[in-house]
């Protein structure tokens, strides 16, 4: 996907100096610069949310973040937890698993890191929770290992007597095999190789959750190695595991895979990671989130961090199917019968969204139609924990208002979110410096502002890399040629040379709005 720079948009000749006249004919100022870009960061509809919004947006207001960099990460990790205990069933024929991507995309101190360390948090306790029994499983191992030792050499004497005697031996009994070592269950694992992530999944059949503070240091890795990483991690999102060949050791293989994914990562990174991908489908497959900087505030609300816990704490309650083969599998839950007609409806309209769209616009809406389903099984199992009612075992079935409700994060949020990653991501870095200036000064409401006053002094602006003249300078040439600035009639500056200052295009305010 490209976007045409700002930078090279704009009327001729914006760089004359000139007075403040609130009088004068300006231009109208580039609408994508005034819009905060290509594409505005649509507000997250936190009803959609359900039973879980109070507490996703209080843990966001105690930690000055946006609740973009709570909800999302919320999902992510009850379906992480979730993992193998449950599917949807969205027609015959048509299961999805739990498992959702979320990619937070922000500058650094944006907000991303401090909410999530809270979930992470929550996230180790369930972990350490559900180890607790180690101790005795071992001991127990070794219980059955000796037994296991006892038939071993019962059965090797008779093999050999039989032998000695000129008799076909028995096969080994089964209980003559070891059993195989407990180990601690993991839920939250983070930089991997694909080899070891391979091995995690084969010994954690309920599923795990990556956290990534750099999803680029992820992508940006795939076949670094020589192996078919994004192969890998496409065939996981989809359940299936992909064995993996190791030089020693074999082949590592298992029934499903189960791999929730969340992380972080800076705008520049996206436009580079967008630029150098082929249209496999694997970005499309992440749930982005890029909203606007929330106001820094002192004084924040307390949170009951334990709430985040005991949510994740009652999804890994939700127990896997067994067979009478001991094999592991998830339990279907059906979409309820007006859920499904909502589904379908739906599903409708994104196919001819799909249909008109491009490039990773069009791998996003293609792929948005299972993700939807999986939110909805999560919004539903999450309803389900915050309530602490209901059946032990969980709800029966997807209901109609957890699919209305994922269908309309869809529509009011996540598309117009990857649209506006997918365009502006691939915006110049200039350009969304430039977009940072301008939503400051649409902040502070001034008519005029010099050049130093924006990074250097004890009142300066603080903006995210702007910290240095010549960054701020290439900002300023920017909004100037998008007719949103322009350069002030010079006069002789403290130290003789003269001051840098611009004027602002009164169109940018409302009227009367703007003070010096």
Known sequence: MTTEPISSVGAQGAHRPR????????????????????????????????????????LAQSRGSPIDYVAVPLL??????????R???????????????????????????PPLTALKRALAAVERDAGADLSLQRREHEARKIEAQAVRERWENAAKSAANAGREALPMPEAAEEPPEPKAPRLAIGDVTTEKLARLIADNQRGLVMI????AGLIGNFGKYGGEDAPFYLSAYSGDFSPVDRVKGGTITAPAARLSIVGGIQPDKVQALLAGR??????????????????RVWDVPAIDEDEAEALLSRLWSLAMNKNEAGELSPRVLPL????????????????????????FMA???????????????????????????????????????????????????FEPMARRVYADAALPEVDRKAIALLKEI??????????????????????????????????????????????????PGALGRPAKNFVVNPRLFAKGAARE
Request: contains cysteine.
């Open 278 to 295: 082929a249209n496999d489908g694997l970005v499309a497959r992440f749930l982005c989130v890029w909203p606007d900087r929330v106001r």
């Open 87 to 113: 599917s949807v069933g969205v027609r015959r024929g048509w299961v999805e698993g739990a498992s959702l991507w979320g990619m937070m995309v922000g500058a650094p101190s944006s907000g991303k890191s």
């Open 212 to 215: 990534r503070d750099e999803l």
């Open 76 to 85: 992510v990790f009850a379906a992480g937890v979730v993992g193998g205990a």
């Open 442 to 491: 649409k902040r502070r409401k001034v008519r005029t502002f010099n050049v130093r006053e924006v990074y250097r002094g004890e009142k300066c602006w603080r903006l995210a890399g702007l910290a240095q003249a010549n960054d701020v300078e290439a900002a300023c040439a920017v909004l100037s040629d998008a007719d949103c600035i322009a350069e002030a009639e010079r006069t």
């Open 363 to 413: 791998e996003f809406l293609g792929k948005s139609d299972g993700t939807c389903a999986r939110v909805a099984l999560v919004l539903e199992l999450l309803d389900w924990a915050a309530t602490k009612g209901g059946p032990k075992d969980g709800p029966d079935e997807v209901s109609a208002d957890a699919v209305e409700r994922a269908c309309q994060l869809f529509d009011d949020y």
């Open 19 to 58: 007075p403040y006249d609130p009088n004068e004919n300006w231009p109208e100022p580039d609408p994508r610069l005034n819009n905060g870009g290509a594409v505005p960061a649509p507000p997250f509809p936190i009803e959609c949310m359900g039973a879980v919004g109070p507490f996703a947006l209080g």
């Open 336 to 359: 309820s019968s007006e859920a499904a007609e909502i589904f379908a409806a739906w599903w409708q309209e994104q196919g001819a969204k799909a249909a008109e769209a491009s490039g």
